[in-house]
C-alpha cells in the first residue's frame, strides 16, 4: 500500500503561480510512474502531467509551458509547479502513482483560479 497525500491547493488570480506537493508514504524511487491528475466538476478526469522513474515528463497541451512536474526521490515528494494560472485549471488535483501492478491515488486538494 502507498499513501499519497497532497498539499498546495487554494485560491488564486489568474495568472498566479501554486506549488502542489504529493508526499509519499515509501520511497518513490522504485515507483515506475507518479502523475498529477485533475478533475472539474461534471467533468472526465484527466492527466495533467506525469514523471517517470527516470525523469522523462509529459504534459497535457493545456499545461504545457505553464506547469513543470518534478520529483525529490530523497523527500519521497512529487511536485507540480503551476504559473500563469487560468480559470479554466480550476479543478481537484490528484496525485497517481503506478507502483506493481495497483495505481494508488491521494484524496485530492482544491485548486480555484479567479478571474
Known amino acids: 500500500q502507498v499513501h499519497l497525500v497532497e498539499s498546495g491547493g487554494g485560491l488564486v488570480q489568474s495568472g498566479g503561480s501554486l506549488r502542489l506537493s504529493c508526499a509519499a508514504s515509501?520511497?518513490?524511487?522504485?515507483?515506475?510512474?507518479m502523475d498529477w491528475y485533475r478533475q472539474a466538476p461534471g467533468k472526465e478526469r484527466e492527466l495533467v502531467a506525469s514523471?517517470?522513474?527516470?525523469?522523462?515528463?509529459n504534459y497535457a497541451d493545456s499545461v504545457k509551458g505553464r506547469f513543470t512536474i518534478s520529483k525529490d526521490n530523497a523527500k519521497n515528494t512529487v511536485y507540480v509547479q503551476m504559473n500563469s494560472l487560468k480559470p479554466e485549471d480550476t479543478a481537484v488535483y490528484y496525485c497517481?502513482?503506478?507502483?506493481?501492478?495497483?495505481?494508488?491515488w491521494g484524496q485530492g486538494t482544491q485548486v480555484t483560479v479567479s478571474s
Open positions: 515509501r520511497s518513490i524511487f522504485s515507483i515506475n510512474v
Open positions: 497517481h502513482a503506478l507502483f506493481g501492478s495497483a495505481d494508488y
Open positions: 514523471i517517470t522513474r527516470g525523469g522523462r515528463t
